[in-house]
């Protein structure tokens, strides 16, 4: 009896303890922990949204790059960390990805990790170099499937989703286009714009006056709706594939077990946040698409990209290098 006595009033003191803080949450400046180098396109979304949620917040968030292994060092920092609202991750699309490309994660995506809210899409444009006789997706595969495996694209590495997006297309039209996998998402944009490669999947905002300068030409975006900055250029999906969609997104989430008022008080200051419409012209003009959730809804997400990705990298064969 005494044992159970001191169980109860141990779980009741740390309810405690959570509300309490939660209710004098934040108290000091919080980590926002991002997966790759600054000058990414996760470092271009939250450079502008970290000082407003500071603001709304009354503390300051701090940027902090823990760039390497395809994001997962950045989730490991967190999922390991304290769950008092204080460590977050800006994370993306790498996470559920990892599940599948990786054969042992240092963390369980759907264990370890608190989904806070989404911040953000972003499609990627197909473009093709000016000297490929293709201008839609139906002439792509149509050139593809009359020589197999001559077509290159190019992508950022092994298993990303400028890598996937290509891999998706591949499956789902039955055609096979060699992959040239490059240290990032900078040298391949080069390549493709020098012919080196006849194509790549990539975020809008780096190729954007490429596009509007005719160095490159954009065939279509991966998002299952038009973009806002390239609205004349088609989906993917009514391009002849339906079905397709492959849109990067980034969001929030904090390690497992976050009490629920520091995440609906997060929640709500990060919708609020990116709903302004400062804030929503800036994304646009990034190539991104404002999108916020419920942490509810966030979960949902995360859980069907991990079945959707593993069908993808598996198809493509994809191993972590």
């Known amino acids: 009896m005494k044992t159970s006595i001191a169980v109860v009033f141990g779980a009741a003191a740390l309810v405690a303890a959570q509300v309490a803080g939660a209710q004098g949450y934040p108290g000091k400046p919080i980590r926002a922990v991002i ?3 600054p000058g990414g396109a996760a470092d271009a979304l939250l450079r502008p949204l970290a000082p407003r949620l500071g603001d709304l917040l009354g503390q300051q968030v701090v940027i902090d790059p823990r760039p390497g292994a395809n994001g997962n060092i950045a989730a490991e ?3 390991h960390a304290p769950p008092d609202g204080y460590t977050l991750l800006f994370g993306n699309s790498s996470l559920p990805i990892s599940v599948t490309l990786y054969d042992k994660l240092p963390y369980d995506v759907t264990k370890d990790f608190t989904p806070i809210s989404l911040a953000a899409l972003t499609p990627s444009v197909l473009v093709v170099h000016p000297s490929l006789p293709v201008r839609s997706v139906k002439e792509l595969i149509a050139l593809a499937k009359k020589q197999p495996g001559k077509l290159n694209y190019a992508s950022g590495g092994v298993g990303n989703t400028m890598h996937l997006a290509a891999a998706l297309l591949d499956t789902m039209a039955g055609i096979r286009m060699t992959h040239v996998p490059y240290k990032g998402a900078g040298p391949a944009i080069v390549d ?4 080196q490669c006849d194509l790549v999947f990539v975020n809008i905002a780096p190729v954007l006056s490429y596009i509007r300068a ?3 030409v954009a065939i279509a975006v991966t998002s299952a709706k038009r973009s806002t900055v390239l609205p004349d250029v088609p989906t993917v999906a009514e391009s002849g594939m ?3 969609e492959s849109a990067t997104w980034y969001g929030f989430l904090g390690p497992a077990g976050l009490p629920k008022d520091i995440v609906a008080k997060l929640n709500s200051t990060i919708v609020s946040a990116v709903g302004t419409k400062e804030m929503r012209e800036r994304y646009v003009s990034l190539g991104a698409e404002p999108e916020t959730s419920t942490p509810e809804q966030f979960a949902a997400h995360l859980k069907t990209d991990i079945g959707s990705w593993a069908k993808v990298v598996k ?3 994809a191993k972590a290098e």
């Open 35 to 37: 997966p790759f180098p």
């Open 77 to 79: 920092i967190v999922a």
């Open 192 to 195: 493709v714009l020098a012919g």
């Open 214 to 216: 005719g160095r490159v």
């Open 242 to 244: 339906p079905g397709y």
């Open 315 to 317: 198809a493509s064969g």
